[in-house]
């Protein structure tokens, strides 16, 4: 738009806040369609008179946008599996955390990092927390006994001694009594 147009929409935060918007909706749409379109008509304006911005978006030009993103998740997910001792082929299922989760291209890697298993999609990726939350409300409550949530630090927990070294006293991962 800068390009064709001459105008930085970057200093305009209400045409930003637009196209932060549109961007949201474009990558929501594009975890179930190949392309999408873009329409901001009248995102600003200039002597010439107002200025839309229409553009459409393979999912091809924003997986490739995004890859890195993508890849770099690859590490912690690979740390945690390192942590708890386990191998692609000992994990039954992946339940997926957040909106972003539908995306093709973190589905994929999930596979990748699974030995092609699918992940497990049956539950509302925006809900699964709250529904953990009351998993472990009613084990809490007693009315809930077939499970068991296990809580870690999620970091080592230590000291400072001398010169200025941390001593660990609590590894991280390890369970919370």
Do not use: C, W
């Not at 229409?54 to 390192?82: C, H, K, N, W, Y």
């Not at 084990?139 to 809580?151: F, I, N, R, S, T």
């Amino acid at each position: 738009f800068q390009k064709a147009n001459g105008i930085d929409l970057r200093k305009d935060p209400q045409a930003l806040q637009r196209l932060f918007e549109a961007a949201e909706k474009a990558k929501t749409e594009l975890s179930s369609v190949a392309q999408t379109q873009v329409s901001l008509p009248f995102i600003t304006a200039d002597a010439s008179g107002p200025k839309h911005l229409t553009d459409s978006i393979m999912r091809s030009t924003f997986e490739q946008i995004t890859a890195d993103l993508v890849e770099r998740t690859m590490g912690p997910v690979q740390q945690a599996m390192a942590d708890a001792k386990v191998g692609e082929s000992d994990i039954d299922e992946v339940i997926l955390v957040g909106g972003s989760t539908r995306i093709p291209a973190v589905q994929n890697l999930v596979r990748r990092l699974t030995g092609g298993k699918d992940p497990n999609m049956s539950v509302n990726p925006d809900e699964v927390v709250a529904l953990g939350a009351a998993i472990q409300a009613g084990v809490l409550k007693g009315e809930v006994k077939d499970v068991l949530l296990l809580d870690v630090t999620p970091l080592s927990l230590g000291v400072e001694t001398r010169g200025g070294v941390m001593t660990k006293i609590v590894e991280r991962n390890t369970t919370i009594p």
